[in-house]
């Protein structure tokens, strides 16, 4: 199963929470609770960030921070390994406390703050033990709770740690009392109402709308934890919508989108088609299947749209228009989903050029100690230039003429039958 996607980035606000090994109580008694708020908060003034809610359940945590630095897994990673150790020596044990890893979801923090602080909040009021109780015993649970932060919410008692709850409390009145008092019956309105985060998640880490998950999609290429298993998470946040695709493509063509949802046998508009398929399997299949981008695309099947997927990837490295045609929709859609394109050829030509203007030359020997990687490359584009590559696409005549301007020697000598 793959495991969420971690972001990271400066100034996004988390839910974080986790449940004890095998649902097991964590929290046997005060000093527990103790230690665990202390090395919460002595960590958050380490790594800069601020705890906004917190809820300590028997048996799990619920946490809604703020890190202000792309920090949060070195925050948590501290915090955890500091409360385990402490807790173990406490408790005369050895192993796990936890469940796996942290959760970590990111939110928008306009729209769902006040939804999670109360969410947070409300936990003890619906813990297995007070779920079935009446109303009115709930709330005495919820106001009575000392493990929690809502009793320094609505001003029951002055916070032991250094609690940030004046960003959410602002947005309930102008003084102290009027806040306290608005949303303290904010929370009780909580109580005859259901909400669940984990229903409205996207890629199982966000919290907030599809324009929220773009707008953090920079994030995910800079500041994010690199997190394989978390692969096809990440192209769901990535994903765009297909109307856009659709408009991308129609564009390029200068025809309206709707000629492009019926089918057509060969021309420019059987191309396009194929065109489209590609493109949407490209940036819109992390959000919709193969079959669901064909119903939508005119109502054909997942082997009509994996046949145009086909038919265009085997062109689009030929010089030809059609590669420039891709050129254009491909810059188009990177750039609504607020990323570059990724370009290896590319990433590894500016480090020949960055080499070049530092020292004059490209002669790089295939085993350079300082960048093995870029030897290795300047060796293969010879070899690919030469046709002695094996399983090579032949290098396009921009990159040939990219590398002329570096004054690149093509022709310097290879060791006879030396392949790549």
Avoid at 88 to 105: E, L, P, S, W
Avoid at 136 to 150: D, G, K, M
Avoid at 172 to 201: C, I
Avoid at 399 to 416: M, V
Wanted: hydrophobic share 40%; net charge positive.
């Amino acid at each position: 199963m793959a495991r969420p996607l971690r972001i990271e980035g400066p100034h996004l606000w988390y839910h974080v929470y986790n449940r004890g090994n095998e649902k097991r109580t964590v929290f046997h008694d005060d000093d527990d609770r103790r230690l665990f708020l202390d090395l919460l908060f002595e960590s958050s003034d380490l790594f800069n960030a601020e705890v906004h809610a917190y809820a300590l359940m028997p048996n799990h945590f619920h946490l809604l921070l703020v890190t202000r630095e792309p920090n949060l897994s070195a925050y948590m990673q501290r915090f955890q390994n500091k409360f385990i150790k402490h807790y173990n020596a406490c408790h005369d044990r050895v192993g796990h406390i936890f469940q796996d890893r942290y959760k970590a979801i990111v939110i928008d923090s306009q729209q769902y703050s006040h939804e999670l602080s109360r969410y947070i909040h409300l936990n003890v009021a619906r813990y297995h033990e007070t779920r079935t109780a009446p109303a009115r015993q709930r709330l005495t649970a919820l106001r009575t709770f000392p493990w929690s932060s809502y009793r320094a919410y609505i001003g029951l008692e002055s916070p032991a740690w250094p609690l940030t709850s004046s960003t959410i409390l602002a947005d309930f009145g102008d003084s102290p009392a009027e806040q306290q008092a608005k949303y303290a019956r904010y929370v009780r309105h909580g109580l005859l109402k259901e909400f669940d985060p984990y229903s409205r998640l996207i890629a199982g880490s966000i919290l907030g709308g599809e324009d929220f998950a773009r707008a953090i999609t920079s994030a995910l290429g800079i500041a994010s934890r690199k997190d394989s298993s978390a692969a096809s998470k990440r192209r769901r946040v990535e994903a765009l919508p297909l109307d856009l695709v659709l408009n991308a493509v129609a564009s390029s063509y200068g025809i309206a989108a709707d000629a492009l949802l019926t089918r057509h046998r060969g021309g420019p508009l059987g191309e396009a088609r194929h065109i489209l398929f590609w493109a949407a399997v490209t940036y819109a299949a992390g959000r919709l299947s193969r079959q669901e981008i064909g119903r939508q695309l005119g109502g054909v099947g997942n082997t009509a749209v994996s046949h145009g997927f086909a038919c265009i990837e085997a062109q689009r490295d030929a010089p030809c228009a059609l590669r420039d045609r891709l050129d254009t929709i491909t810059a188009q859609l990177d750039a609504a989903a607020g990323h570059p394109a990724h370009n290896p050829w590319m990433e590894m030509y500016q480090r020949l050029a960055a080499y070049n203007q530092r020292y004059g030359h490209t002669l790089i020997p295939r085993e350079y100690p300082p960048d093995l990687a870029l030897g290795a490359w300047v060796h293969r584009q010879r070899l690919v230039r030469a046709g002695k590559a094996h399983n090579a696409k032949p290098l396009t005549q921009r990159q040939i003429d990219l590398l002329d301007q570096l004054h690149f020697a093509w022709t310097l000598h290879e060791h006879p039958g030396q392949e790549a």
